[in-house]
């Protein structure tokens, strides 16, 4: 991919993160002490695969900014830092996995499952540690109550799993055949 196709496609992730962020559509309200589970992460993961780490991080620092900005009650050192490391996990994955992995889907879905995984180990673990959570608890009470978050954390990464593939796929086909063609008249 020439440099300014890199360029377009890491303006669009991007533009999708700021477009999820000011929306507030990429947070989804959950009657949770977390407050939300999030589909912010799919362009996240999405610029580590396609771009690399460096689109990756990038995008993931838009979703930090908009995570510290959406939940201002929490600390932003607890929110903010995992957030680019899902595209730089992501990214890392895929290169790893894609060397061996000729369809590139297994690397695809490893990747998706490390981005999204990191996302929430990070977050919650920052938040049991510093004790968010409930602060008037151990860490490892916190711990305990971070793991109850579970169906919210593999929901997400079931989503980058169904998402990000089949986004891939249509890219990567887009890519190497471009938009179908219609003759504009009949000849």
């Known amino acids: 991919m020439n440099e300014t196709k890199r360029l377009v496609l890491g303006a669009l992730l991007i533009s999708i993160s700021l477009v999820l962020g000011f929306t507030g559509w990429g947070f989804i309200p959950l009657p949770l002490p977390i407050l939300a589970g999030t589909i912010f992460h ?29 939940f201002p009650a929490f600390p932003w050192f607890v929110l903010f830092p995992g957030r680019p490391l899902i595209g730089l996990a992501a990214s890392g994955g895929f290169l790893l996995l894609s060397r061996w992995d000729k ?40 711990v305990k109550i971070a793991f109850t978050f579970s169906p919210v954390v593999l929901t997400e990464a079931a989503l980058a799993v169904i998402l990000v593939p089949a986004i891939y796929s249509a890219w990567k086909a887009y890519a190497h055949h471009g938009l179908p063609q219609k003759p504009l008249r009949k000849e």
């Open 103 to 142: 369809s590139k889907i297994i690397a695809v879905v490893t990747a998706s499952v490390l981005g999204s995984l990191t996302n929430s180990v990070i977050t919650l673990g920052l938040g049991s540690f510093f004790k968010v959570l409930a602060p008037e608890l151990t860490i490892w009470e916190n």
């Open 42 to 70: 799919i362009p996240v993961i999405l610029a580590g695969i396609l771009l690399g780490p460096g689109y990756g991080f990038l995008t993931g620092c838009v979703f930090g900014i908009f995570a510290v900005q959406q």
